[in-house]
């Protein structure tokens, strides 16, 4: 797997919502875990959420557990992330990784990472 596109972001109000995808290109794509990250302004990247390669697992940062919801779609090469009840503070670029193994929290233990895509909640 070699390339991954993010797409979806933009600029909502607060409580609104949002659904992130991420295209993926080259073979494999199901052997893959994927995640989420994303960098708010002045901070270090952090986990969001990660799917495992069947789609079977999910993991969640607890700062948007019950908010998000990741998914898959393994004949399309695409995995998404749903954003309900945003909030100002989910103001943050938004990037998918991925990574041939068991998915993972830790940034540096993914493989391939996208170009990121703007997020912005107003109040």
């Known amino acids: 797997q070699s390339q991954l596109e993010e797409s979806g972001g933009g600029l909502v109000q607060a409580g609104g919502s949002l659904r992130l995808s991420c295209a993926a290109s080259?073979?494999?794509?199901?052997?893959?875990?994927m995640g989420w990250f994303r960098q708010r302004p002045g901070k270090e990247r952090e986990f969001v959420a990660a799917?495992?390669?069947?789609?079977?697992?999910?993991y969640y940062a607890d700062s948007v557990k019950g908010r998000f919801t990741i998914t898959r779609d393994n004949d399309k090469n695409m995995v998404y992330l749903q954003m309900n009840s945003l909030k100002t503070e989910d103001t943050a670029v938004y990037y998918c990784?991925?990574?041939?193994?068991?998915?993972?929290?830790?940034?540096?233990?993914?493989?391939?990472w996208g170009q990121g895509t703007q997020v912005t909640v107003s109040s």
């Open positions: 990784a991925s990574r041939f193994t068991a998915p993972t929290n830790v940034s540096h233990e993914y493989d391939f």
């Open positions: 080259g073979r494999s794509f199901s052997s893959y875990a």
């Open positions: 799917i495992s390669w069947s789609g079977g697992s999910k």
